[in-house]
């Protein structure tokens, strides 16, 4: 009697502690990566005013821990998130289908972030168009080959010369971070003349003398495409499902902030980056054609098209839907 007593009290010990750790089975911290520019400025919306902390307190996740990475390289950031460093990452589209291809699906995006105007931009006097670069024309980009500037870049010669060019451009690419590429630029020295920038450096580059823009994205993808998103393991995803639901309300929340108070937005940007700019050159540049702060992607087809076709990803998806995760499935895109 007294041994069955003891496992009695042994089995409802173990419900019990089992019910506690089921209670507590989601993160109690989230490791996010986000890369330098405007490109990023939903989750730095997202950063300065807490939003994942409000949203899964909101849930009932009490007081989660998010920690923040900047990370100028696509390629780092997708290492890490694969490494179990990080928890989600934001960056660009061809990042994340590099990595749903490799897995084999394993990786998806949770949301589009934003869809911003790239801009190629050189100080070659003798450049004009893409048509005009040479071997004397180093190209920067953030990642060789994977970027969204590459990936863009080879869409462009596909259209300039032919099927055989998607990759003509991509002996002259080299990888830089967006600052240091634009500061390397405008110093006049080196063998770097261009540079596939993104939004707050292009329109810093083109105010120098000599420099000039050579290639849009939005003309090449033939109107505002999606850039940046966050993505993460189908892994977490099914673990956590109240930290995703807290991801998505707050990457809403910051996007409709965006809408309705374009100069605050701008203001937690400056605040988070320090960059050398002011609030009005920022809320102009958000006001220009190409820029969209929206969670619905666009454009997703037409990048996993040119990385299939250059042997960049070895599967392609059929819709955009099999690269995001359902609850993003609600939404237009393309």
């Known amino acids: 009697m007294r041994r069955l007593k ?46 994942i902390e409000k949203h899964a307190k909101v849930l009932g996740l009490g007081d989660i821990k998010v920690t923040w990475a900047t990370i100028g390289s696509g390629g780092t950031s997708t ?14 589209v061809s990042n994340m289908l590099l990595l749903w291809s490799r897995t084999g699906g394993q990786v998806k995006a949770l949301a589009a972030a ?5 801009i190629m931009v050189t100080r070659n006097p003798n450049v004009k168009t893409i048509a005009d670069l040479s071997d004397k024309d180093k190209i ?6 994977v970027s969204m500037q590459s990936t863009i870049l080879g869409i462009a010669a596909e259209k300039l010369v032919g099927e055989a060019g998607r990759g003509k451009f991509d002996p002259l690419t080299v990888a830089m971070a967006h600052p240091d590429a634009t500061a390397y630029l405008l110093s006049g020295g080196g063998e770097l003349t261009t540079h596939f920038s993104a939004p707050p450096y292009q329109y810093q580059e083109l105010k120098a003398p000599g420099v000039h823009e050579i290639l849009n994205s939005t003309e090449v993808m033939g109107g505002p495409a999606t850039i940046a998103v966050v993505f993460t393991t189908t892994k977490f995803y099914d673990a956590n499902p109240k ?14 902030f965006i809408a309705k108070d374009r100069r605050g937005a701008c203001e937690l940007y400056l605040k988070a980056s320090k960059e050398k700019l002011s609030v009005d050159e920022l809320v102009d540049m958000i006001a220009k054609p ?8 666009n454009g997703v087809m037409k990048y996993a098209e040119q990385m299939y076709k250059t042997g960049i990803i070895k599967s392609r998806p059929e819709n955009w839907k099999d690269a995001f995760f359902p609850s993003a499935h609600s939404r237009p895109g393309s």
């Open 243 to 256: 930290t995703i639901a807290a991801m998505n309300a707050a990457l809403g929340e910051a996007v409709d």
């Open 79 to 92: 290492d890490a998130l694969l490494a179990g460093n990080l928890d989600f990452v934001t960056s660009g």
């Open 290 to 297: 190409g820029f969209a702060f929206t969670l619905i992607p």
């Open 6 to 51: 003891l496992r009695v009290l042994a089995g409802t010990l173990a419900l019990a502690c089992g019910g506690a750790a089921s209670a507590r089975a989601e993160v109690s911290e989230v490791r996010i990566s986000k890369q330098y520019g405007l490109p990023y400025l939903s989750v730095v919306v997202m950063e300065q005013n807490r939003l």
């Open 114 to 118: 934003a869809a911003v105007p790239l």
């Open 140 to 145: 920067a980009v953030p990642t060789v080959k």
